[in-house]
């Protein structure tokens, strides 16, 4: 009976969260089409060297309690308000840091103008202490109401953002988008949570820390593993390659990132529950990974196959160039999610330290090939290193996940079918770019092409699965 519970808990927070982030993602590409249009290359560079300050913040930020809350099974209430006040006093003291700081990070970008923004965008990191009671959420497993406050903090923010845009406020409409979504996000958080802090109760919260300590460690790193790429090209490439590069960065990593969002938060907290019991466990992530892989590796190789048509379709022909650098960073979007994926079974286990290390290894392996490929290569040159270092990132995490698994090959032969699908789906969906047609034609045929041979691969591969999930369709039209 706690087994089916638990099943139905994870299939219910998968489906609510991919469902918020599928959501999420598709309104942030039309809010950024839209941007797009209003605003130049340079513009976008500008907001993209503040954001990855910004980014820098958020992964100060990430100590990691959050995680190890969620991973504790004894964990107590007045433990629990401790480390909120923990977590606020370090926002409070990272928050007058970061905007004495600004005028460093713009110095560094050579962008005077960056000053302003980075002071504004510390107010940022005060503001996310108060959603902390989503942390709760995660752990109750109540991913409709977690959804529900990042879709409307999202909705109403950017919504704000476009009329600011419009009217010609520039980059402070992203700023201001940030901080409203952060408020709106705040408010809902403790209304959803029905959660306040109270008395603090410091002692046990030593292992709290400590699990905490790792994931900070893992969360800066990979800061600098995912954010070093544009770093180096804010700083020596110009925001005009910035700002191409920020728009395929946003659509190739984001779903990686996405991908780590929803099982982070579904799985690790089901599968944490039976941690200790290795076969159900196996079983069960084998599954959830199996599924998952199905639908995220065919939708990021297809990614890289229309690339070339998407960017000009939607974005404009003057942002044609952007179609490379997606082509590209497609494959590392691909080789993050999958590392994600497997972090999260790491993660239940409580190996918080191989998630660190994991991270370390990209950046060791990313930035030596990055700084040598750059100066004759350029941005790509910065691409291929970023590529390198994901990859050898995501074999590392392999080798632990087969451990936690206690499976050789587990992660390999587990994604093996998707891996198959994709390259039969890449191969006819890429060829349409070699015809000489306009690019929203092209487009056009590669999406029905592309979907259509998913659909039919799909069926045969997983022909059990698919009659399930169309009958499971039917029931809910005939209700």
């Not at 180096?232 to 659509?251: D, H, P, S, V, Y």
């Not at 930035?367 to 291929?384: A, S, T």
Request: net charge positive; no cysteine.
């Amino acid at each position: 009976m706690q087994q089916k519970t638990l099943k139905k808990q994870v299939i219910g927070g998968i489906a609510w969260r991919g469902s918020a982030d599928i959501i999420q993602q598709v309104l942030q590409i039309v809010f950024t089409i839209i941007l797009a249009r209003l605003l130049t290359r340079g513009d976008f560079g500008l907001v993209a060297m503040a954001l990855i300050v910004n980014r820098f913040v958020l992964a100060m930020t990430s100590i990691g309690f959050g995680a190890a809350i969620i991973h504790s099974q004894d964990i107590t209430k007045e433990q629990i308000s401790a480390v909120f006040y923990i977590q606020l006093a370090l926002n409070i003291v990272l928050t007058v840091a970061v905007y004495l700081a600004a005028g460093l990070a713009a110095t560094f970008f050579e962008e005077p103008s960056l000053v302003p923004i980075i002071e504004m965008m510390a107010l940022v990191i005060f503001l996310q202490t108060f959603q902390f009671p989503n942390i709760l959420l995660r752990k109750r497993m109540e991913f409709k109401n977690f959804s529900i406050a990042q879709i409307v903090s999202m909705l109403v923010a950017n919504i704000i953002a476009i009329i600011m845009a419009f009217y010609g406020y520039g980059v402070w409409s992203l700023v201001w988008r940030l901080i409203i979504q952060r408020i709106i996000y705040g408010v809902l958080s403790f209304y959803y949570g029905k959660w306040l802090p109270g008395k603090p109760e410091f002692k046990g919260v030593k292992p709290l820390f400590n699990f905490g300590i790792n994931m900070l460690g893992a969360h800066m790193v990979y800061f600098f593993a995912e954010n070093m790429i544009g770093m180096l090209t804010g700083r020596f490439l110009g925001k005009e390659i910035m700002g191409l590069f920020n728009i395929a960065f946003n659509l190739a990593i984001v779903p990686a990132s996405k991908i780590q969002s929803v099982l982070t938060s579904v799985l690790t907290p089901g599968f944490s529950k039976i941690q200790h019991h290795a076969e159900k466990f196996r079983a069960n992530y084998t599954l959830a990974l199996s599924y998952t892989s199905l639908i995220f590796i065919p939708f990021m190789v297809m990614l890289m196959a229309i690339s070339q048509n998407l960017i000009p379709t939607f974005y404009g022909e003057e942002w044609q160039e952007a179609g490379g650098y997606l082509m590209v960073l497609s494959v590392v979007g691909l080789l993050r999610g999958l590392s994600h994926i497997l972090r999260s079974a790491i993660l239940s286990k409580g190996k918080s330290r191989v998630v660190f290390i994991s991270t370390i290894v990209e950046v060791i392996f990313s930035l030596p090939i990055m700084y040598v490929l750059m100066k004759d290569l350029g941005i790509y040159g910065l691409m291929i290193g970023y590529l390198l270092g994901a990859l050898f990132g995501w074999i590392y995490t392999s080798i632990y996940y087969n451990k936690a698994l206690e499976q050789k090959n587990a992660a390999l032969s587990t994604i093996k079918e998707a891996v198959l699908i994709a390259i039969i789906v890449f191969i006819p969906v890429y060829s349409i770019n070699f015809l000489d047609i306009k690019p929203v034609i092209g487009l056009i045929i590669q999406l029905i092409l592309g979907s259509v041979i998913f659909v039919v691969i799909l069926r045969k591969l997983k022909r059990e699965l698919f009659e399930n999930l169309l009958i499971k369709l039917k029931i809910k039209k005939n209700k």
